[in-house]
């Protein structure tokens, strides 16, 4: 199953992260190329922590975040298909990346410009 994932994730994290990007992950064994790939892998063994005390690497912001989008996706798609997933996390990202800005409509607006 591993390496299934690993070749799945692998070009994913390359085409979305720059090289010499932190990166901060359990110790999931798909996730042990990262420092030949070119990038600053960190990792925490929750079997022992939550926070490691040498390097600081610590998964618990990720993780919260990806709690708060299923929460927030799941009830907002009550009755409808799994097809549009991605479509409402999309829509949840990109709040998340304005949630100061004054008005959302303003925004959206300016983003549709730029297209």
Request: charge should be negative; charged fraction near 25%; glycine fraction near 4%.
């Amino acid at each position: 199953m591993c390496n299934g994932v690993t070749e799945t994730l692998l070009p994913i994290i390359e085409r979305e992260c720059e090289k010499d990007s932190v990166i901060h992950s359990d110790e999931w064994p798909a996730y042990s190329n990262l420092n030949a790939m070119g990038y600053h892998h960190f990792t925490v063994n929750h079997q022992e922590h939550y926070v490691d005390p040498e390097t600081g690497a610590h998964t618990q912001a990720i993780e919260r975040s990806w709690l708060d989008s299923k929460t927030i996706i799941l009830k907002k798609m009550k009755g409808v298909g799994n097809e549009l997933f991605r479509s409402h996390l999309d829509n949840f990202c990109w709040k998340v990346l304005r949630k100061d800005a004054a008005d959302l409509f303003v925004e959206f607006l300016n983003d549709a410009r730029s297209v």
